[in-house]
């Protein structure tokens, strides 16, 4: 096996990155942390090694690796069923990606996961299993992150079409990768309330803007022209049981809404886009095959991602981490809140970061 070295990973992610490449890996060997070529020359990086990045982080030091010894890396980043809280505030995910060709949100290559969709026959026992997982996954209120305070239809007076806008973090790479026209959470709002005069618009910031840990906030003079309801707080698969259709740019809140048989307009090129189940914007003409919501699901959930269960630091089933995530937001008396002080994110945090970078047993 190749050594593998790791770029780009912080200290608190780092235990973590070990635990799941054991899936990926036969005979796992130690990896190296490393920031840059002079470090990876002094810890015997060489034309045989493989790298390995987070995807989202800055490149330059991975394209200076690889001109110098070649190759291509492999790219890290979080699965779509995460936590019970945000990545931002350092809460260790349930499930990774690992993609040796690109990555899921940049529809300008292509990926691990837009080459199974385009080319993999599913069975039908792989397609009643996504069906069953979509199901346990809407059963049990569950999303990506699992955060924000109940929210229901009783808050909505109103018998017009719902139209549902998931902000997103603007400095994010899906943002940057994915977006032609339409870049800004306030161009997209601005643009559903035009084409869309006579319903009922609910914006819900995405929860790291809220939390204040990433950029992206609208102006208010722009929220109070065109959007009917903000949502600061609320659970996004309240929102989604509320809504009529979702008008997203590359959120993965759009593939949520498939999965609950939602109207989904896409502004960018998400990777859920093109592939005949949703109204797009923009064409994207390698996604030739029109897909069933099943094929997207299994292919999206359940061959893409691997699944950690940090009680036993074994891999695990999709299935594995809805029962645990549903056990732990019921243990903690339902969703934590996003809108909290400054303090308790501190504290959040902090502990975060003690569970982050204590060895795994």
Partial sequence: MKKLF???FTRWKQNYIHSFLKGYVENLKPIKFIANVAQADKKGFDSESQLITWASKNKNEVDNIIKKWGGVPWYIEDGFIRSAGLGTDLTAPAS?????????????????????LQNK???KSELVRAESLKNALIDNK???????????????????VIILIPGQVEDDASIKKGCLDISSNELLIQCVRKSNQDAFIIYKP?????????????????????????????????????????HTMTSLVGFEAL????????????????????IDRHNLSRRTRKLIKNELIAG??????????????????????????????????????????????????SINYLKGIHPLK
């Fill in 121 to 123: 026959e599913f069975t």
């Fill in 142 to 160: 569950l999303s990506k992150y699992n955060l924000g305070k109940a929210f229901t239809k009783d808050d909505v007076v109103s018998d017009l």
């Fill in 206 to 246: 995405h929860p790291d803007v809220v939390s204040g840990n990433r950029q992206g906030k609208v102006d208010a003079a722009i929220i109070s022209a065109n959007v009917d309801l903000e949502l600061l707080d609320a659970s996004i698969t309240d929102c989604l049981d509320v809504a009529d259709e979702v």
């Fill in 96 to 116: 990774l990606v690992l993609d040796k060709t690109g990555i899921y949100y940049d529809p300008t290559a292509p990926s691990d996961l837009e080459t199974i």
């Fill in 259 to 278: 999965m609950r048989d939602l109207k989904v307009v896409c502004y960018g090129l998400p990777f859920y886009s093109n592939w005949g189940l949703t």
């Fill in 300 to 349: 999206t959930l359940i061959d893409y991602p691997l699944y950690m269960n940090w009680q036993t630091n074994q891999l695990t089933t999709p299935e594995v981490i809805v029962g645990q995530l549903k056990e732990q937001i019921d243990r903690q008396g339902g969703k934590q809140s996003n809108h909290v002080s400054a303090a308790s994110r501190f504290m959040r945090k």
């Fill in 6 to 8: 790791c770029i780009n």
